[in-house]
């Protein structure tokens, strides 16, 4: 049946403006990087998308390599856009990315301009688009001159392929230095994508600083901690989950998920509980009570998880007791 979406999609999300820019991003935004590759069943990931957006997620995060196997998932969610919602366009930021390899060859992988731009026009071709809204260095490249990815970014937005240039994964120090060049090329750098969870906390060592004065958004990955920071592994692995599904390139595999961790998310789980919401939505909140942090982007495996996640914004103040014994259960 033909989609049409939920006419109350924008009454319950927040938006936050991206550093000084004049985009608002969703305070939680859906990433595709896992669960949309070719093993995924079409129906559940057209549900997880639709969901996301009846629920005023706007913003859609992809990347080159994403799948399995790599590219799948720009594949996957171009059948999404153009069967679904083309209609709605110019309702979404829509991003993607190169940094790691996608083919063989010198030319396939890092951070040279040839790499960069043959892969955004594969990309743009995946997905059926003309422009991506955001357009992303994934990683730094030690080998390659950062003028030279920088000028690539530059390039891609003046040839009209991207709106805007993104950086992720690069330390306060890279991306103090490509935010300059990219305001000097006279393309600012819109935002930044790093790694943020309770587990995972380096931004916050100089480069949620770097960002605010320099004017720059930040969203962050892995906010879950792939689904660690949840309910699911309490009491085992469940075979449907990210760790029981074994999968490749970078997913939390099952020597992750040990007893000392498992002690530290029941303890969590115990202060989510105490505030009336899933471990899922405290793990958010947490990372949304920054005002540095423009935006989440969430992982799903199925719709409801979408839903759950959305509800963190309903409660997403923290007490001064709440934040001292998160801190001490972390510090353990
Ligand atoms: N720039 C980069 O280098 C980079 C790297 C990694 C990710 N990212 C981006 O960030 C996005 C998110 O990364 P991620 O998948 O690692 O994020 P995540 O949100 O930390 O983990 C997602 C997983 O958590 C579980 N989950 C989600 N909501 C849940 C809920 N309400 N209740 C219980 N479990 C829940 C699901 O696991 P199950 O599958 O087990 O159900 C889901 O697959 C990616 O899709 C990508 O767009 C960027």
Redesign the pocket.
Known sequence: MAYRASENRYQSMQYRRCGLSGVMLPAIS??????FGEVDTPANCRDIVTTAFDNGITHF???NN?GPPPGAAELTFGRILNDDLLPYRDELIIST?AGYKMWEGPYGDWGSKKYLMASLNQSLKRMGLEYVDIF?H??PDPNTPLEETMSALDLAVRQGKALYAGI??YGPNEAKAAIQMLKQMGTPCLIH?P?Y?MFVRDVEHGLLDELENAGVGCIA???????L????YLDGI?A??????SLPN?AITSDKIDAATVDKVRELNEVAISRNQ?L??MALAWILKDSRITSV??????P???T??IACLRNSDFDHDQLQRIESILAD
């Open positions: 859906l990433g595709l990087w896992q669960n995060d992809l990347a994403y990315k992303y994934h990683r992720s994964n994508q790694k969870s990955f892995s906010t879950l901690a792939q689904g920071l949840t309910n699911k469940p449907d989950s990210r760790a029981g599904r970078g899933t899922a939505q982007i969430l992982g799903a495996s199925r409801e998880q979408v759950d996640a």
